[in-house]
């Protein structure tokens, strides 16, 4: 009787563990580019090389790496409002593709931090400039 009251107990406490881990990551209110930026900066850091980003204006995007040569990934997400080219290198930080100067052209009100790879809020960004 004792055995099968041990067994219930883990059991219990199983069952009220599992889904903590189980649960999705907490919303956030990330655009789905730059959620599409951090994962190439994750995809570079873990691969150490350069890789490179192309997001078109229809949300078509393709990651590759070797001047653009070997695609990596491509897909599409809900059409951003600026089209971007990125170079991440295997720091983690991101620059301007060389095909087109997409950040500077970044969408109205947002900066872009390319030490971070984030699209910020232009008053975020103006308040972390000291």
Do not use: K
Request: proline content about 5%; some cysteine.
């Amino acid at each position: 009787m004792l055995e099968l009251l041990v067994v219930l107990v883990i059991l219990a406490i199983t069952t009220a563990i599992v889904p903590l881990a189980w649960r999705s990551p907490r919303a956030t209110d990330e655009s789905a580019l730059d959620r599409l930026t951090q994962s190439a900066r994750r995809e570079a850091i873990r691969r150490g090389e350069e890789l490179r980003l192309r997001v078109d204006l229809d949300g078509a995007w393709v990651l590759a790496a070797r001047e653009g040569t070997d695609v990596l990934e491509t897909g599409r997400i809900a059409a951003p409002s600026a089209a971007i080219a990125l170079r991440v290198d295997a720091l983690g930080t991101c620059r301007p593709g060389s095909d087109m100067a997409a950040i500077g052209d970044a969408p109205s009100g947002v900066s872009f931090d390319m030490l971070s790879c984030r699209f910020l809020p232009l008053a975020a960004s103006a308040a972390s400039t000291p």
